[in-house]
C-alpha cells in the first residue's frame, strides 16, 4: 500500500485545526433572568458563588438583584473578560466584607477578591488548596487543606490570616489534617477539622485558636470527620460530623463556647445549615455505601431551646422536585429561604426561592454545582 503524502500547506492548516480543538474551554456568556422584583427590599441583593466541575474551570459566579428582580448568570465573566479562564476551578466559599467579595477557588489555589457592587477584579491572595473564609476586626481567615489533592499523605492544614486593606497573607498557624468550615465567637476562631484524604483515619476534632496570639490554644474531641461549623447568637456551636457513609452516622452537635465542651447531640444527619435569628435551617445529602443510596432530609432547630421543630421551612410539596439540595441561605430582612440543586453535578443547577412559609415564589437556572451565597446591603 503506497504511503498518502499531502503537501506542506495542507499539513500545516490540519494542525491549526487541532491545536484549536485543543483549547481550554471559553467562560461561559452571561445570560438574564426575570422574576418578581422586590423593589422595597432592604436587602439590595446577592452572588452566588457555583463550584463547577473540577478540572474544568467552570466555576462561576451569578448575580441576584432582588430589588428589580434581575438574575445574572455568569456575572464573573461579563465584568472580567481579560481573565480568560474566568474564575477558575472549584469555587468552595464565598464572603463579603466591608467593600469586597472574597471568593475561595479551591483547585486554583487562590481566594479572588472583587469590589461589591460591581464583581470586577481587584486582587487574588494565593493559597494552597484553599477551603472557607470568615472576617473579623479587617482580617479575613481562610482555612487551607495544603498538599495535593486527595492525597493521604497530606501534611496538617492551615488557616491564613489576611490583611483586608493590603491583601496580603499575615500569618498562618498549623491546625489538623483538612479543615474545612470556621466561625469566630468573642476573640476565638473555631475550626472543624475533617481528615478527608484519609478515611477511615478520620479527624475528630475543634481547633481553637486564640486570634490576638494566633496560636491554637486547644483542640475539642467531637466526632469524626467534622465539616459545618455555625455560631448562634447564645454563643454555641452546631458543628455537624459527616460519619464515615457507612456504619458510623453523621450528627450534630452543640458546643458551648464558655466551657469548650459539647453540651448537646442531635441524631440527625446535616449535610449544610444556615441560623437565622432563633431558627437552624438544616438539609442533608446523606450517602450510604452499604445501601448505595442518598438519604434526603430537611429540618429546623430551635436555637434557644435546642429542639428540632415540627415545622419545616418547605411545606408546599416541592422539595420532591430538589434531586440534590446543595446550598441554603437565608435573607435575614424577608426572611425568605434560598435553596439550591446540583441536580447531577455536571449539568446546571437550580436556585428556588421560598417563602418564610415554605411556599415556592420562584426558581431560576445557575450555573453548574451552585453551592454559597452572600448578601449584599
Avoid at 422574576?35 to 457555583?50: A, D, H, Q, R
Avoid at 481567615?141 to 497530606?154: H, R
Avoid at 446543595?326 to 430582612?333: M, R, T
Wanted: glycine fraction near 6%.
Amino acid at each position: 500500500m503506497r504511503h498518502l503524502k499531502f503537501p506542506i500547506y495542507i499539513l500545516a492548516f490540519l494542525m491549526v485545526i487541532i491545536s484549536a480543538c485543543r483549547k481550554d474551554p471559553q467562560p461561559l456568556p452571561s445570560e438574564i433572568t426575570k422574576v418578581e422584583p422586590e423593589p422595597t427590599s432592604s436587602i439590595k441583593g446577592f452572588y452566588l458563588v457555583n463550584e463547577g466541575n473540577m478540572n474544568m474551570n467552570k466555576a462561576s459566579l451569578d448575580y441576584m438583584d432582588l430589588v428589580n428582580g434581575i438574575y445574572t448568570r455568569n456575572l464573573y465573566n461579563q465584568v472580567n473578560p481579560d481573565v480568560t479562564k474566568g474564575l477558575g476551578d472549584v469555587g468552595n466559599d464565598i464572603g463579603r466584607y466591608g467593600s469586597k467579595l472574597y471568593v475561595v477557588v479551591n483547585i486554583s489555589n487562590k481566594v479572588e477578591v472583587l469590589n461589591i457592587k460591581t464583581g470586577k477584579k481587584i486582587g487574588q491572595i494565593n493559597i494552597t488548596n484553599c477551603r472557607y473564609i470568615t472576617f473579623s476586626n479587617g482580617k479575613a481567615y481562610v482555612s487551607a487543606y495544603l498538599g495535593k489533592v486527595g492525597d493521604p499523605k497530606a501534611p496538617n492544614g492551615i488557616v491564613a490570616e489576611i490583611d483586608t486593606t493590603a491583601l496580603r497573607v499575615n500569618r498562618t498557624i498549623e491546625v489538623g489534617r483538612q479543615p474545612e468550615e470556621m466561625a469566630i465567637i468573642g476573640t476565638k476562631l473555631y475550626v472543624a477539622n475533617s481528615g478527608g484524604y484519609s478515611p477511615p483515619d478520620y479527624e475528630h476534632t475543634l481547633s481553637v485558636i486564640d486570634l490576638s496570639s494566633f496560636t491554637e490554644i486547644k483542640r475539642i474531641e467531637v466526632a469524626i470527620n467534622l465539616s459545618r461549623v455555625k455560631a448562634d447568637r447564645y454563643g454555641d456551636l452546631y458543628v455537624t460530623s459527616r460519619g464515615d457513609y457507612y456504619t458510623i452516622p453523621a450528627k450534630l452537635f452543640v458546643i458551648d463556647t464558655q466551657t469548650d465542651q459539647i453540651k448537646k447531640v442531635f441524631n440527625i444527619a446535616a449535610s449544610n445549615l444556615v441560623i437565622d435569628d432563633d431558627y437552624a435551617y438544616i438539609y442533608s445529602t446523606e450517602w450510604n455505601y452499604i445501601e448505595g443510596k442518598n438519604k434526603i432530609t430537611y429540618n429546623m432547630i430551635n436555637t434557644k431551646d435546642e429542639t428540632v421543630m415540627d415545622r419545616k421551612f418547605i411545606s408546599d410539596g416541592t422539595e420532591k422536585d430538589i434531586k440534590i439540595p446543595y446550598g441554603i441561605a437565608v435573607n435575614p430582612a424577608s426572611k425568605d429561604v434560598y435553596v439550591t440543586d446540583a441536580k447531577d453535578y455536571v449539568s446546571p443547577g437550580k436556585l428556588h426561592c421560598y417563602s418564610p412559609e415554605g411556599r415556592l415564589k420562584w426558581s431560576v437556572t445557575t450555573g453548574d454545582i451552585p453551592a454559597h451565597i452572600t448578601f449584599t446591603n
